[in-house]
């Protein structure tokens, strides 16, 4: 079977542009970053060198398909963090640190002036994109308006270390099912890619399930695809690994996904102060439940000695889905080679 259906390249100046589709994303990094390696035009930009492909787009068509099996790129932790952010519209260095310390780099005053979360909650200080989007999909459900807007022409009006990349979000419902467009204007193929593609099919799915839909295809476009040379030596290693096949997750629990928002910031405040929130809360809830032990693990791998989370394995056996236990061991494995590396050196 090819790993993609369908593969158009447009060779040129610019590296060219491309269109691919497959099943999740495994099966679209495979094929793009071989070909961005490859291909991808020399560049210098503010962030430094890099390769690049302008109009780079792709068609997922299992957006559950979502985490990469591969050893480098299969961090769903991290990834959570971020959506997590999203959810609760904030845009505080603060928390999303722990999850993705890069963002320190960007920050002004302990604020990242691009945060989605403010913009999809609260545009322009009010408008609730997320509850808009709703609001017309259940009045006319075939609407091609449904568009949240990241980017905001104010952005460029003045110098921000950091604006959105994604400039728009749109849900399209067709024949029951829940497509999604993401529209960017400047995307890291190593470093952002991966986590978009999860935050976004992750909305689309919660979507989904407000809208009592089936998830339908995730669509994506970038129009300056670009590694860093700093990124490609891991990208090559990527490429070589040769046994990425995307891990799907469960499906969403019917219902209203957006409602269980809350509990999940509660959850993992109450992780990241170190009390011992378990799973077990979310008992009736199996799907959030392993959501909420993906975080435990994150904060008990995180630092050496977090307490109330002595008992890994026991975590490992209650994870309900499968899928899941594997990214455990390997946070164990690279825990224990960081301890054994940090006693070496005491
Ligand atoms: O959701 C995001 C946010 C940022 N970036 C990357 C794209 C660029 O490499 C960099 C932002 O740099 P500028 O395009 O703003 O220069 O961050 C992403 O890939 N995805």
């Not at 952002?192 to 909305?203: E, K, N």
Request: proline letters at 4%.
């Amino acid at each position: 079977m090819p790993k993609s259906n369908l593969k158009i390249f447009h060779r040129g100046r610019f590296g060219g542009g491309m269109y691919l589709c497959g099943e999740g994303i495994d099966e679209i990094l495979i094929e793009l970053y071989p070909i961005l390696l490859a291909e991808g035009a020399e560049n210098v930009g503010s962030r430094g060198g890099m390769r690049e492909k302008l109009g780079v787009s792709f068609r997922m068509t299992n957006p559950r398909a979502r985490i990469s099996r591969s050893q480098d790129r299969g961090k769903p932790f991290s990834a959570l963090g971020e959506l997590l952010w999203y959810l609760g519209g904030f845009n505080t260095l603060e928390f999303i640190k722990e999850y993705i310390p890069d963002y320190a780099k960007d920050a002004e005053d302990g604020i990242l002036a691009g945060a989605y979360g403010p913009r999809i909650h609260a545009m322009h200080g009010s408008i609730n994109q997320l509850e808009n989007v709703t609001r017309l999909l259940k009045e006319k459900s075939t609407s091609k308006r449904a568009v949240i807007q990241l980017y905001d022409a104010a952005d460029i009006a003045v110098h921000h270390e950091e604006i959105p990349c994604t400039t728009a979000l749109q849900f399209v419902a067709r024949d029951g099912r829940l497509h999604m467009s993401t529209t960017m204007r400047s995307n890291d193929a190593y470093k952002g890619l991966p986590h978009d593609v999860f935050c976004f099919t992750m909305l689309q799915e919660m979507m989904a399930t407000r809208l009592d839909l089936d998830p339908g295809d995730y669509i994506h476009y970038a129009a300056s695809m670009h590694v860093y040379d700093g990124s490609i030596e891991a990208m090559n290693h990527y490429v070589n690994e040769g046994h990425q096949k995307t891990v799907q997750m469960p499906p969403m629990p019917s219902g209203d996904a957006f409602s269980v928002t809350d509990r999940l910031l509660q959850a993992e405040g109450e992780i990241r102060a170190e009390r011992k929130i378990r799973a077990a809360d979310f008992a009736r809830e199996p799907y959030w439940a392993d959501i909420i032990r993906l975080l435990q693990v994150f904060w008990a791998t995180k630092r050496r000695d977090a307490p109330g989370f002595e008992d890994l394995d026991e975590l490992k056996a209650e994870f309900h889905d499968e899928v899941y236990r594997t990214y455990l061991e390997r946070r164990l494995k690279t825990r224990a080679l960081r301890n054994a590396q940090s006693n070496g050196a005491a």
